[in-house]
């Protein structure tokens, strides 16, 4: 599962072939296995929170 938040600016968000547009401020859930994408409208910042930890997401030491 991944939460995302928008920080700022506005994106067209299609999660599972529906789109919407969010901005600041807005939410999305996008499910495990699910086809998503973002487009930025206007220049922001997205917030992701993924559960479980996505490992590849992970610097390795």
Partial sequence: MQCSLVEQ????VTVAGRT???????S?????????GAVAIEAGVL???????R???VAQI
């Fill in 47 to 53: 917030l992701d929170v993924f559960t479980p930890m």
């Fill in 28 to 36: 999305f859930l996008v499910p495990s296995g699910a086809v998503h």
């Fill in 9 to 12: 600016g506005v994106f067209d």
């Fill in 20 to 26: 919407e547009r969010l901005k600041q401020g807005d």
């Fill in 55 to 57: 490992e590849d997401f």
